[in-house]
């Protein structure tokens, strides 16, 4: 029972913290000024308004402006809000747009955070406001839109048949450069102190900004954060093939139902190759899912539900099957077997899929009323704009002449997608530019001491996880092998994870996730947990300044994705290339049941659809990047 005298001091206490928190917003208030902000901008950074702020932001006046605690986010801080240009090209003014939202002064880590951008970029803060983690931190957020608006479609052209070279450039490496180094000089002088740390998180696009700084400007961070990056520009734009396969013929077609049912067959035979059946397949690689015989087949091969024509059945087989030049090697590796399409999201059902069936199987828009797979959508845009400067006469179905076979040279056996010399040169003549996947250029990152960690959902079918096994396998050949990589750089494979989170499998351990078009819950934007095992940040931070590296993460799948329930299901995921291992006893959902055994090298096993889909192959050779 509480006494007057203990009732008083609490009102007192109350009343003085009241007071503190409105001293503290009106501090937050008057340090968030046009004025303020002006004061802070190094030479070539303008202060102001700028016309592609991604979703979530309220508006503001003059490029400064307070938002409230709560407004981006539930349980976001009050932060300032700032937008202008910064200078991406001195000799002849060429800018980039950036956005930052700033803590209070008495909040800030004395830290920086960069927020990689998704998809092609052309915004800031493309996919809406950051995790609000990281705002809770007190990092100071800021992002760019790599120098291009996203309301012009055709932004590689300056005009009819002429590339913007200063456009590609700045999408390529130089806009997110140039926002890091006039960001960090704007951030101490704005909080009148020196940085202590410097931080990157991304993915998708993000993960490839990442990696391009890893690779050209490693002084730039500490810590980089990323995920499934798309880091191979060329080779993912040659993606254009999951759609242009399914033009051969007016049966070949697949709808995302078509996914589906392949997954429920692979899962039935792949999911206890790791010694527990449970629903998850922890390495797809080792699956020996064969379309040919496995996937059933429509009577007389005409088209019905619940089974595949012939046609079909190699569509399908050219997507997880490795994309090869006439002479059968691998230029980019194919898709993972594992969760095609288990409900909506970042699928492979989402990338190939078809909603609509095509109108017309040779003209420049097959799907002209919607319904195009969205590697179409993606792909085919810039390649015609991009590599072959918007010609009125580019038609992918016809133009890049991708053909498909079975067998061949090589050991790709499965019908997969073969491109022409002619094109795959021109390709990546025109995109390396924008490319991040040189292990041979990650030498001095390591060499300074600087921290990488790298994850990758398993069922990402939009961005093949193979592609960055196959770079991290590189870097461990030219860094002493596995062990001694891990010093600098650790990669997680995520299972059940699709395109940077959402999926079957526990997929929520405080990644980022950039990626506009709509993929993301709003409550996978933050974690009930922060500690450095279930927080892919807080493992990057220890690591940087304390020198622990993660030796595992706990990823958690909610209900719903929503945190705020109890978690349907942990588990540990390993440092690749070591695989989860289930101890026996306990229940399969919780984490504490399952173990990373040191040494474990399994996840470098393959089965037949790891054959296919060119996970063994070493890189493409015509990776010269420019």
């Known amino acids: 029972m509480q006494t007057p005298g203990r009732m008083l001091r609490a009102a007192l206490i109350a009343a003085a913290v009241l007071c503190a928190v409105d001293e503290t917003a009106r501090a937050a208030s008057a340090e968030c000024t046009v004025a303020a902000a002006q004061r802070a901008a190094p030479q ?45 090209n001195t000799a002849d003014g060429k800018t980039a747009n950036f956005g930052v939202l700033l803590p209070a002064k008495s909040s800030w880590n004395r830290k920086f955070m960069y927020d990689g951008c998704g998809g092609n970029c052309g915004a800031v803060f493309a996919a809406g406001p950051p995790a609000v983690d990281q705002m809770n931190k007190g990092y100071p957020l800021w992002a760019s839109d790599d120098g291009h608006n996203i309301a012009n479609p055709t932004w590689p052209l300056s005009g009819p048949g002429q590339l913007d070279r200063d456009a590609i450039v700045d999408f390529a490496y130089r806009a997110v450069h140039a926002v890091i180094a006039a960001g960090k000089k704007f951030t101490e002088r704005y909080f009148d102190e020196p940085l202590r740390y410097a931080y990157y998180a991304g993915c998708s696009d993000g993960g490839r900004e990442g990696m391009v700084e890893v690779n050209r400007y490693p002084e730039d961070f500490d810590g980089v954060l990323v995920g499934d990056p798309y880091f191979d520009v060329p080779g993912q734009n040659l993606n254009v093939s999951n759609a242009t396969v399914q033009l051969r013929s007016s049966d070949a077609s697949l709808a995302p139902p078509a996914f589906a ?35 059933p087949r429509c009577p007389g091969d005409v088209p019905g539900a ?115 010399f002619r094109t795959i040169e021109r390709v990546y003549s025109a995109m390396n530019v924008a490319a991040g996947d040189f292990p041979e250029n990650a030498f001095e990152f390591i060499r300074q ?148 055994p040191p040494d474990d090298e399994s996840m470098l096993d393959v089965g037949l659809d790891g054959i296919q889909a060119g996970v063994q192959a070493p890189l493409w050779p015509l990776r010269q990047r420019e």
């Open 44 to 88: 070539g950074m303008t202060i102001g308004d700028i016309p592609d702020m991604g979703p979530g932001f309220p508006a503001i006046q003059g490029g400064v402006g307070l938002v409230p605690a709560g407004a981006l986010w539930p349980t976001s801080p009050e932060v300032c809000l700032v937008t202008g240009t910064v200078v991406t």
């Open 306 to 420: 619940g089974c595949f024509t012939q046609a079909q059945s190699e569509s399908l087989s050219s997507m997880i099957a490795a994309t090869t030049d006439p002479a059968g090697r691998v230029i980019h590796p194919g898709y993972p077997v594992s969760d095609m399409f288990s409900g909506f999201g970042a699928n492979l059902g989402i990338w190939a899929g078809v909603t609509t069936p095509p109108s017309n199987l040779t003209g420049p828009q097959p799907w002209p009323n919607g319904g195009a797979p969205a590697a179409w959508s993606i792909n085919d845009p810039l390649l015609a704009d991009w590599v072959f400067s918007g010609d009125p006469a580019y038609n992918s179905v016809t133009t890049l002449g991708l053909g498909w076979r079975a067998g061949g040279p090589g050991a790709i056996d499965f019908f997969h997608t073969v491109a022409p």
């Open 449 to 596: 001491d600087r921290k990488l960690l790298m994850y990758h959902g398993l069922s990402d079918g939009f961005i093949t996880p193979y592609r960055t096994m196959q770079y991290y396998k590189k870097l461990a050949d030219l860094n002493g092998g596995y062990h001694s990589l891990q010093q600098n750089v650790a990669l997680f494979a995520v299972p059940g994870m699709y395109h940077c989170n959402g999926g079957p499998g526990p997929n929520n351990f405080g990644q980022p996730f950039h990626f506009p078009g709509g993929f993301l819950n709003v409550f996978n934007t933050y974690l009930p947990n922060t500690d450095a095992h279930h927080d892919a940040q807080t493992a990057l931070e220890r690591w940087v300044e304390q020198g622990v590296a993660p030796d595992y993460l706990v990823a958690s799948k909610y209900p719903n994705d929503d945190p705020t329930q109890p978690a349907a299901r942990t588990m540990p995921l390993c440092r690749f290339p070591a695989q989860a291992r289930f101890t026996g006893s306990g229940t399969v959902t919780d984490a504490a049941n399952w173990t990373c």
């Open 261 to 295: 049912l392949a997954t429920g067959i692979v899962l039935a035979s792949c999911d206890a190759v790791d010694g527990v059946a449970d629903g998850l397949i922890q390495n797809p690689a080792a699956c020996h899912f064969d379309p040919r015989i496995d996937l």
